[in-house]
């Protein structure tokens, strides 16, 4: 440990406790890592507050001594918002919020629940799920992932369709800020107008304002039913005029609608081969989607018109709740099937829907020119035009060889978004990772006022640094 932060350890294990502050480079090397494996960190010490006491203290020291603060939650990121980059010239600790998982309070007549940042988002589906009512942001990580950092990132999910991103979902906030001081507004009402809404200032921030402590979040009434369907399609065209035929059959009831390539579900039966592919891994385009409040009657005969047609070739209702586990579980596993067939080049995009096909017939041969051919892997929340788009490493390239062309296949795929009226970024966020792109893509007045912002409430940049916005 560098001595200047070896002077502070004491005070650190006065406000945390011994066990929570985590000094043994063998025990932090499992934090360090971005869950592609791409990323990685560094940092001498973690922190594990237990209170929002805690919380200030750490950092109110940290802001005295220009000690650098990497908020970080569930350590799902994608993009490396959440891994510190200590060096000898500059200190970056860690603040893991995953002791800060206390449910405060639930409302059912406002619909709304208040906890603190560290809680397991799927803890919080359950919970609203026992009181009858219904929290709709959902994701693959939604075991391990934490809603603080589900805020911090504005994460998206399956669900974005209806019921929208995560600062969709936020009603309050409480945050410590760069200096120690405390930011709350965990008000949860529907309608509060005094001002600029600031709560909004930190959902997305990736951290870099302050540290998310609690959130009161809106939770929905549970559908009467949801009735969950996969099909298979021949091309994207076919995909998106059965999801805007579904739209028009079930107008707002339509809750999901995911599509996945061949190569998707072929990688999963490759590398996950234990799982169940209830449609097989033949077709060329998959789709799951899911209606919500509708008889399902209403939605057989809307199958049975589709596939008569010839725009659905095959497809199947889930009778049970395991059935419809056993389809969500085959979008789901897409990222581990991915992760497990080698290194890639990830990009998170967002298209208008019309023109995906027309993104896709752009972009595939662009990449192809760059490193040559490979799998392909899209898929993603085609009723929202989000796509996950990935290009493999070539049989005949090297390891090294295909990352140094990383750069250049992000801005080629980045580039074809935004002249579609896209963005290079959907969901995921910036981090380290994309913090060039931001600059390259944005208007120029809106990177002034996102420095501006940062500048004015984190003046000494201690709240990770190098991340989402240079300074």
Not at 10 to 33: A, H, M, P, R, W
Not at 261 to 285: F, R, V
Not at 410 to 420: F, G, K, P, Q
Request: proline letters at 3%; one cysteine or more; charged letters at 20%.
């Amino acid at each position: 440990m560098p001595l200047n932060l070896n002077h502070f350890l004491k005070e650190f294990e006065i406000i945390v406790g011994t066990n929570n502050c985590i000094s043994d480079q063998s025990k932090i090397k499992d934090y360090l890592e971005d869950w592609r494996g791409q990323i990685r960190g560094s940092t001498p010490l973690i922190l594990f507050p237990k209170a929002l006491d805690e919380v200030q203290k750490i950092v109110s020291l940290c802001f005295l001594n220009d000690i650098k603060i990497v908020s970080q939650g569930g350590n799902t990121s994608l993009c490396g918002a959440n891994l510190p980059q200590s060096s000898k010239h500059q200190i970056e600790i860690v603040l893991n919020t995953s002791k800060l998982n206390k449910f405060l309070s639930f409302d059912p007549y406002n619909q709304s629940i208040i906890v603190e940042s560290g809680c397991i988002l799927q803890n919080i589906q359950e919970i609203a799920d026992d009181n009858d009512l219904f929290f709709p942001l959902s994701l693959s990580a939604e075991g391990s992932c934490q809603i603080g950092g589900n805020a911090s990132t504005n994460a998206g999910g399956v669900n974005v369709l209806k019921y929208g991103m995560t600062r969709d979902q936020v009603m309050g906030i409480e945050v410590v800020l760069p200096d120690g001081s405390i930011f709350s507004d965990l008000k949860s009402l529907k309608k509060d107008n005094t001002g600029y809404d600031l709560k909004q200032l930190f959902i997305g921030a990736e951290g870099t304002l302050g540290v998310i402590t609690k959130v009161s979040l809106k939770l929905a009434s549970k559908p009467k039913n949801t009735v969950t369907c996969m099909v298979a399609v021949k091309s994207v065209e076919d995909a998106i005029n059965l999801l805007q035929n579904t739209k028009i059959a079930f107008r707002d009831n339509v809750s999901a609608f995911e599509f996945m390539s061949d190569t998707c579900i072929q990688a999963i039966e490759k590398y996950l081969n234990h799982m169940k592919l209830p449609l097989g891994s033949n077709h060329s385009w998959q789709i799951i989607f899911e209606i919500i409040n509708q008889e399902e009657q209403d939605i057989i005969n809307f199958l049975g018109n589709h596939i008569e047609s010839g725009q659905i070739i095959d497809g199947l209702i889930a009778n049970s709740e395991k059935e419809k586990n056993e389809i969500w579980l085959v979008r789901h596993s897409i990222s581990e099937a991915e992760k497990l067939s080698g290194n890639g080049i990830h990009h998170d995009i967002s298209i208008p829907i019309k023109r995906i096909p027309e993104f896709l017939k752009m972009a595939k041969p662009a990449m192809k020119k760059i490193v040559g051919s490979s799998i392909v892997y899209t898929f993603g929340h085609l009723g929202d035009g989000n796509l996950h788009f990935t290009k493999t490493q070539p049989e005949t390239m090297s390891e090294s060889d295909f990352l140094d062309k990383t750069h250049e296949i992000n801005r080629s795929v980045h580039d074809t978004a935004e002249t579609l009226g896209g963005s290079f970024s959907a969901e995921h966020g910036i981090g380290s990772k994309l913090m060039d792109d931001l600059v390259h893509f944005s208007d120029p007045v809106k990177i002034q006022l996102m420095q501006t912002i940062k500048k004015s409430v984190d003046p000494k940049n201690i709240m990770n640094p190098n991340k989402l916005i240079k300074i």
